[in-house]
């Protein structure tokens, strides 16, 4: 055993990992779970970037449009959308359809849709 410095921060350290146990080996017992977050990290470093950019938003509104646009970017990303083309399908095809009538179209135009037309897929 080691004796620690109550209060000290190593002692604090040891608390909350202690007290963080079941999520921190959670990977022991779900193998779909990765050891690292790194692709995580990566994930959520161009909303890291664009924070800086959002202080300088005219409006709590402009900010909140620009967070909108980076998560819709990232998700089609992470989905192997083609960006443009899907940015170009969503901002033609969306105007015309009424969703506050019929709220479930909209999950047709998700980045996970197997409707998405196929010129927006990247065939890689």
């Known amino acids: ?4 410095l109550q209060g000290s921060k190593l ?14 080996s959670a990977f022991l017992e779900d193998g ?13 470093r ?9 202080l ?7 900010a909140k449009a620009s967070a909108i646009v980076y998560s819709i970017v990232e998700t089609a990303k992470a989905n192997k959308i083609n960006v443009y083309m899907f940015l170009f399908y969503i901002f033609s ?3 015309g ?13 998700m980045p ?5 037309p196929d010129y927006c897929r990247n065939n890689q």
Do not use: C, H, M
């Open 1 to 4: 055993t080691v004796n620690v």
């Open 11 to 24: 002692a604090e350290a040891i608390t909350y990992s202690v007290n963080q146990k079941a999520s921190l």
């Open 32 to 44: 779909r779970i990765e050891l690292s977050n790194n692709r995580a990290e990566n994930k959520i």
């Open 46 to 54: 161009p909303f890291v970037i664009g924070r800086k950019g959002w």
């Open 56 to 62: 300088f938003s005219d409006t709590t509104k402009g």
């Open 93 to 95: 095809k969306l105007p």
């Open 97 to 109: 359809i009424d969703f506050k009538a019929n709220p479930s179209l909209l999950e047709d135009f």
């Open 112 to 116: 996970w849709s197997q409707k998405l």
